[in-house]
């Protein structure tokens, strides 16, 4: 009887010995996380939104985490390549990805993935977001978004209209704002908000539905014109553009928004270390002034979660995914 007792209270204490290893292991793992560089993926050309925000971010980050924190492009399938890379990469919390309405909400429903956009990511913070407005070359007749409205209504012959990729939310944009009024657009893909502003400057292209506060400095210079917002109300930082709705075009509304991810199954106490150092640094009054100098919103404190990043972007999917399955858009469209 007494050697049960004894093998059982050895039992009992090894138990313990192996519980309070695995609680100072995790204690360990949270005190010396980040011990080397971390990758912020972003999955658009350097220059555009999503990059230059990656970029104020990260700069803020590593003053926090105490290690450098490195962007790294790889644009691409509006991207989704970006995204994946993170979806497969070790649950470490090394590899994030800052990504947006594109490649988060649009890109998922059109493009044949090998990662599920809910299931194999893990939200980290909501982070920013600006309206998309209606931009025209120089050389357009249209003064106004009115005026606008009519002459493509006019048109028999298609106009060029620049997107981010398939299923972008520019796409998305133009796609029914086409159908709305009845326009006949011909869609040009690109693989960044840059590179069709370039062309929009050159007059390549006639109009594209842009990020307001990537675009707002070109605008300004009177390089091409800006017609309609594309949101519920207009635009602080240019009050004197009208909504589309306004406009005309009643339920034209689209918010290009930003969050942060990293890979499904990231022990709890990295996510919590690298939101709260997404909240430091969003908090800082010099990163917090440029990022509202793009235009771009950031979202209140208390949005700054991986909880509220999930039901935002879950609602966003509900919202989107139906619409964009029944217009029948497709890669490479």
């Not at 100072?24 to 658009?44: C, H, N, Q």
């Not at 990511?121 to 409205?149: D, F, M, R």
């Not at 935002?312 to 999917?317: D, F, G």
């Amino acid at each position: 009887m007494k050697r049960k007792c004894f093998v059982r209270t050895g039992f009992v204490g090894a138990l313990a010995v192996a519980l309070a290893l695995a609680a100072l292991s995790g204690i360990a793992r949270a005190e010396t996380y980040p011990s080397r560089p971390i990758t912020i993926m972003v999955g658009f050309p350097p220059g555009g939104p999503t990059d230059t925000l990656a970029r104020l971010l990260g700069d803020g980050m590593k003053t926090t985490l105490g290690q450098s924190v490195v962007i790294e492009t790889v644009s691409g399938a509006s991207g989704t390549i970006a995204t994946g890379r993170v979806a497969h990469a070790n649950p470490d919390g090394y590899t994030l990805v800052l990504g947006n309405w594109t490649s988060h909400v649009g890109s998922p429903a059109i493009y044949g993935l090998d990662y599920d956009i809910m299931k194999d990511l893990q939200p980290v913070s909501l982070l920013a977001a600006s309206p998309l407005w209606i931009v025209g070359k120089n050389g357009l007749p249209p003064q106004s978004a009115a005026e606008l409205i009519a002459w493509l209504k006019a048109r028999t012959e298609p106009t060029t209209f620049g997107t981010i990729g398939a299923g972008s939310a520019g796409h998305l944009c133009g796609l029914f704002f086409a159908q709305k009024i009845g326009a006949h657009f011909q869609f040009v893909p690109y693989r960044g908000g840059a590179p069709a502003m370039q062309d929009l400057i050159g007059g390549q292209i006639d109009l594209s539905c842009l990020e307001a506060s990537q675009t707002m400095a070109n605008v300004e210079a009177g390089r091409f014109r800006a017609y309609a917002v594309m949101g519920e109300q207009r635009w602080p930082k240019s009050p004197a553009t009208p909504t589309m709705i306004e406009s005309g075009v009643p339920g034209l509304s689209l918010s290009f928004w930003h969050g942060l991810w990293t890979t499904k199954g990231t022990p709890q106490e990295v996510v919590e270390r690298l939101d709260a150092a997404v909240k430091t640094t969003l908090a800082d009054p010099a990163v917090k002034g440029r990022i509202e100098a793009l235009g771009q919103v950031i979202f209140p404190a208390g949005q700054q979660n991986p909880q509220a990043l999930a039901a935002y972007h879950k609602a966003e999917l509900d919202k989107w995914w139906p619409i964009i399955k029944a217009a029948g858009i497709k890669a490479g469209d």
